[in-house]
């Protein structure tokens, strides 16, 4: 596989469920980004990995918990959400963690909280 | 601080006319300017970027963007839009001072009919 991919692409969790979204980047690219994208709101940064050391983390609540293992992998644990966390999640990868960069976006895993 | 505004939610061009998508910034440092498009289901994909030099920049499918300090813009351009460019573009900056951090603007949908 090529670019950046995401698993799975819809999940739908009650609210007392125990989840993970799983990201892989095939660029070996240094830097990894979770965004969350809401209807009718800009895209949100949520965490951002950089040599596998988080680097940012946006006040995003604890509900929501990162892990980079390595350079290519990151993933995003889910643990008593809201209704309102239903959005798509997109991750990104980029050559490093700089101004210059572009980011290279996966598809999205679609969450949807019952 | 950084931002980001995209004052049209939506542009309708017909096929083969030009299209134009605004884009207006704020930094504090240096800007870089990145143009993101994402189709319906899909994440975003990167189009083109002004990082120094020549302010027009050329991207991807056609695609150009001019940079403009004095006015702070970033605007998207096609000389003659397909119906294939229907899409949702996003805008970006980032600033000399913050690292690898984006922010994004809210996106504005085009509409090209045949």
């Given amino acids: 596989e090529t670019g950046v991919t995401q698993t799975p692409r819809h999940l739908v969790m009650g609210m007392t469920n125990k989840k993970s979204l799983k990201c892989e980047q095939h660029l070996g690219h240094n830097a990894m980004y979770w965004y969350k994208q809401s209807a009718k709101k800009p895209l949100e940064l949520m965490f951002v990995y950089s040599l596998e050391e988080r680097v940012e983390n946006n006040s995003v609540p604890s509900r929501f918990s990162p892990e980079c293992p390595n350079s290519s992998h990151l993933f995003l644990h889910l643990h008593t959400l809201q209704p309102e966390d239903s959005a798509l999640y997109l991750c990104a990868s980029s050559q490093e963690y700089s101004p210059y960069n572009e980011q290279f976006f996966g598809p999205g895993t679609r969450l949807t909280v019952l | ?114």
């Fill in chain 2, 1 to 114: 601080a950084q931002s980001v505004a995209q004052p049209e939610d939506q542009v309708n061009v017909a096929e083969g006319n030009p299209l134009t998508v605004k884009c207006t910034y704020s930094v504090s440092g240096n800007p870089y300017l990145f143009w993101y498009v994402q189709y319906p289901n899909r994440g975003l994909q990167f189009l083109l970027k002004y990082i120094t030099g020549d302010n027009l920049v050329k991207g991807s499918y056609g695609f150009e963007a001019e940079f403009n300090k004095s006015q702070t813009s970033f605007h998207l351009k096609k000389p003659s839009a397909l119906v294939s460019d229907s899409a949702l573009y996003f805008c970006a900056v980032r600033d000399s001072t913050n690292a690898g951090k984006s922010t994004f603007g809210d996106g504005t949908t085009l509409t090209v009919k045949p």
